[in-house]
């Protein structure tokens, strides 16, 4: 369902590569959506939580540092539109997770999805301008 499209590319070799695990992610979790043989899937879904925690904190490491190396003039807009999601992923209640699972899962992918296409689109395209 997730596919990283080249009006995504930014031109920024790292970040382009980092944006497409980022899709590999979102697609692992719309799989787990669709997977109908398992009854629980908390476990699938913390890994993958996690995953994509650790994965998009790194991946906004490297691209704040990219964005610093180059001067970005709206450098602190992103770091602020970062941070929310950083707070965001970082506060989900993995016992609320537990009890409603394919809520959560919902909640996940329209987070992602929002962030996915909104976010490069209007934000990080920019950055390679």
Request: aromatic share 12%.
């Amino acid at each position: 369902m997730y596919e990283f499209k080249e009006e995504y590319v930014t031109g920024i070799e790292q970040i382009d590569r980092e944006h497409r695990r980022l899709f590999e992610i979102a697609n692992e979790l719309y799989a787990l959506k669709c997977e109908e043989f398992i009854p629980d899937k908390y476990d699938n879904i913390r890994h993958i939580l996690e995953e994509l925690r650790d994965y998009t904190f790194t991946h906004f490491e490297h691209e704040e540092a990219y964005m610093k190396s180059v001067g970005y003039k709206k450098m602190f807009t992103q770091v602020t539109q970062h941070n929310a999601l950083r707070e965001t992923i970082g506060s989900w209640d993995l016992d609320a997770i537990d009890e409603n699972q394919d809520e959560a899962i919902e909640e996940m992918l329209r987070l992602i999805t929002d962030w996915l296409v909104n976010h490069i689109l209007s934000e990080d395209k920019q950055i390679g301008k």
